[in-house]
């Protein structure tokens, strides 16, 4: 009986549902980041808030007026509040040109 409810614990663990997170998006140019690695402006890449911490390499999948995307943790943002993130100029792309510099955004990790 204690192997079985193992695993449907480890089972709901599997199935549960994301938690989404909503802040702001903005871009930036990215380089050397927090986790280590070098990216360019093209590659897919997030810079996650102080709240996020940890998570060097994680994928996220971000909405946005109907369109998704997603990106790879690469970086710190120590200048985020809360749950917002900044992405590189090609994630932002995906949803909106980069004059309009912030857009509100949920996001979960994938």
Request: hydrophobic share 40%; charged share 15%.
């Amino acid at each position: 009986m204690y192997a079985v409810a193992k695993v449907l614990i480890a089972l709901g663990a599997l199935v549960a549902p994301s938690i989404a997170f909503s802040g702001d998006m903005t871009y930036y140019y990215p380089g050397l980041g927090a986790c280590g690695g070098t990216n360019s402006n093209s590659d897919k890449v997030v810079a996650m808030s102080p709240n996020q911490d940890g998570h060097c390499g994680k994928t996220i999948k971000i909405s946005y007026g109907g369109k998704t995307a997603t990106a790879v943790v690469v970086d710190k943002c120590p200048g985020c509040a809360g749950d917002s993130i900044d992405v590189s100029p090609s994630v932002f792309e995906e949803f909106v040109d980069l004059g309009k510099g912030r857009v509100q955004v949920t996001w979960e990790y994938a």
